[in-house]
């Protein structure tokens, strides 16, 4: 079975990791599936993170050459993949990819599965996207989301119920290991954190991750907890006015290509976020024992229960998050319990393996 999944992505995180779990889980189950990745770079740039592990994976990569935003050339482009590659499914990821798929009309050749993310807002080009969505997503043979509540999002936009699949994310247990491997004194040592309460955030910096609401909360804390460092990794476009409202006692580590010893050191994870779909950031916390602090948006209560496996507070509550990191950081028993619920949670629900055979049956189905 050839697919050919296309998705733009400069990093390995979020769907373009996922997307890599997912191939390299499939090639090692033995399914016979052939995999091409179609990624996009401008003229003059690079290859990325992303590019780079795919290749380094043993995956083909075919690169779509843009001059500029809303270039038409790729249309051509992507019809050339196509044709010459002869895929038996196409698969895309994100707002961008599904509108150049139903503008070039790819979806009348191969059967179209496109996996819905969520949204993000972080400039006019994407809310365009956003909106274009609609028009796009009716078009494909399947939909695949990770969050009941973003299927509920996608039929209150016109889509079919019966054609959406909701699918949660998995965790590569390899990555848990290499986690577990870390010398945490040594780390929190290099990282001058040696003594201090580690509260830690991972992911994207734009508005509806909420971040500054991470902000507030953190210096709530600290007349509590004095010695409490708030480590924030990752990039994006709000990284500049959050720095300049952090204060003393937060470290901003910029985008990491491997976040194990971040982990690895972390006494308490935060998503304080307002839209969440099935969290890498979350799942890969329960799986390597890390306790959570979550808000409770999205997909993020189909994935823990509070009290059970997480602590979960209403998005835009700062002094909520506050409470709720202090007694995770103050009560030895609740930290316990949280854990070991998650890796059991972890081992039952969230294998690669069994989210691969979830995907092999779809595109089965849809061949």
Avoid at 58 to 82: H, N
Wanted: proline share 5%; glycine share 6%.
């Amino acid at each position: 079975m050839r697919l050919m999944a296309i998705v733009e992505a400069a990093t390995v995180t979020g769907p373009a990791k996922n997307l890599l779990e997912f191939f390299q889980t499939a090639r090692a189950m033995g399914t016979a599936l052939e995999p091409l990745i179609v990624t996009f770079r401008r003229e003059g740039q690079a290859p990325g993170g992303f590019e780079n592990a795919a290749l380094a994976a043993g995956i083909e990569v075919r690169v779509v050459r843009e001059r500029r935003s809303f270039d038409p050339a790729v249309i051509a482009q992507l019809k050339a993949i196509s044709g010459e590659w002869k895929p038996d499914i196409v698969q895309t990821h994100a707002v961008k990819s599904h509108f150049l798929i139903a503008l070039a009309k790819l979806y009348r050749q191969r059967p179209w599965i496109a996996f819905h993310h969520g949204y993000t807002y972080t400039d006019l080009k994407m809310r365009l996207y956003n909106q274009l969505d609609r028009w796009s997503l009716p078009k494909a043979a399947r939909l695949v989301t990770v969050s009941e509540s973003f299927k509920r999002q996608m039929v209150d936009h016109g889509m079919q119920a019966a054609r959406i699949e909701v699918i949660q994310n998995a965790v590569d247990p390899n990555w848990v290991d290499r986690v577990r491997r870390v010398d945490a004194v040594s780390a929190k040592r290099e990282l001058g954190l040696e003594g201090r309460q580690v509260i830690l955030a991972v992911g994207r910096m734009s508005l509806e991750k909420a971040h500054n609401d991470l902000l507030a909360a953190f210096h709530m804390l600290k007349s509590s907890h004095p010695g409490a460092h708030l480590v924030l990794v990752g990039d994006g476009p709000e990284r500049a006015t959050l720095e300049q409202s952090a204060g003393e006692g937060v470290r901003f580590t910029g985008q990491q290509s491997d976040v194990s010893r971040f982990f690895a050191i972390a006494d308490v994870m935060v998503l304080p976020s307002l839209t969440e779909g099935s969290p890498n950031v979350l799942l890969e916390a329960m799986a390597c024992g890390v306790p959570s602090v979550a808000t409770k948006v999205g997909g993020v209560p189909e994935i823990v229960v509070d009290e059970e496996h997480a602590l979960l507070v209403p998005a835009r509550a700062p002094q909520a998050l506050a409470s709720a990191i202090n007694r995770v950081l103050s009560e030895p028993d609740l930290r316990s319990k949280l854990v070991a619920n998650s890796l059991e949670a972890i081992r039952l629900r969230h294998s690669p393996e069994a989210r691969a055979q979830t995907l092999m049956r779809i595109y089965r189905a849809a061949v």
